[in-house]
Nanobody
Framework: QVQLVESGGGLVQAGGSLRLSCAVS??????????WYWYRQAPGKQRELVAG???????EYSDSVKGRFTISRDNAKNTVYLQMNSLKPEDTAVYYC?????????????????WGQGTQVTVSS
């Protein structure tokens, strides 16, 4: 069983910073995270992609966070981070990490996709 465990959310004033973390836990032996993503969902809105990073380190960002947020990963720790700077009230949402994984066992490839439990980020004006 694979789980993604998030941490780092909280309440911050506009202009402040927060750093989110998300780590793979559980059955992690021989598992590779092919790509990581951060999504967010504000009340009454659809979940939207915020940032992504591939195994090779290629990153992508939504226009709304470009230049303010930075996604990074530590492959040795199977962990992804989202550094959020210059936060705005409109960044308030529940943030979810998502991972595409691959595991090879006895010559058979198993691909998976997992979600974190979500962490609340609230930015006050």
């Amino acid at each position: 069983q694979v789980q993604l465990v998030e941490s780092g959310g909280g309440l911050v004033q506009a202009g402040g910073s927060l750093r989110l973390s998300c780590a793979v836990s559980g059955s992690v032996f021989n598992i590779n995270v092919m790509a990581w993503y951060w999504y967010r969902q504000a009340p009454g809105k659809q979940r939207e992609l915020v940032a992504g990073i591939t195994g090779g380190g290629t990153t992508e960002y939504s226009d709304s966070v470009k230049g303010r947020f930075t996604i990074s990963r530590d492959n040795a720790k199977n962990t992804v981070y989202l550094q959020m700077n210059s936060l705005k009230p409109e960044d308030t949402a529940v943030y979810y990490c998502n991972a595409n994984t691959r595991k090879v066992v006895a010559g058979t490839t198993y691909d998976g996709n997992y979600w974190g439990q979500g962490t609340q980020v609230t930015v006050s004006s």
